[in-house]
């Protein structure tokens, strides 16, 4: 078992950077593939990145490549997400999650059923 914690959310102009983390207790943490999920109000929970536990496969939602980055230290036992040129929409709870399952390709990794531990969200709010 994996314990999430996110960190890093705030309210930011639109044009600005915020950097989330998310801290993980338990088993090794270089054993999870990682996420980044987020939702607004009233919307589903869509997938923004994601990393193989490896590091060596990184996905990302169409809306935010280019501007979000993803990243983990193992060391630390932390997944962070550097958000740039934050924009209104980008305005959501973000979770992060993580997968202990083996497989990890374009069939599973922006699937929530393919998490099976989350955090409790970091709010996110671009001022526009």
């Known amino acids: 078992q994996v314990q999430l914690v996110e960190s890093g959310g705030g309210l930011v102009q639109a044009g600005g950077s915020l950097r989330l983390s998310c801290a993980a207790s338990?088993?090794?943490?270089?054993?999870?593939?990682m996420g980044w999920f987020r939702q607004a109000p009233g919307k589903e929970r869509e997938f923004v990145a994601a990393?193989?536990?490896?590091?060596?496969?990184?996905y990302y939602a169409d809306s935010v490549k280019g501007r979000f980055t993803i990243s983990r230290d193992n060391a630390k036992n932390t997944v962070y997400l550097q958000m740039n040129s934050l924009k209104a929409e980008d305005t959501a709870a973000y979770y992060c999650?993580?997968?202990?399952?083996?497989?990890?390709?374009?069939?599973?990794?922006?699937?929530?059923?393919?998490?099976?531990?989350w955090g409790q969200g970091t709010q996110v709010t671009v001022s526009s």
């Open positions: 338990g088993r090794p943490f270089s054993a999870y593939h």
């Open positions: 990393m193989h536990r490896s590091g060596g496969s990184i």
């Open positions: 999650a993580a997968r202990a399952r083996a497989g990890f390709d374009y069939s599973v990794y922006d699937r929530r059923g393919a998490y099976e531990y």
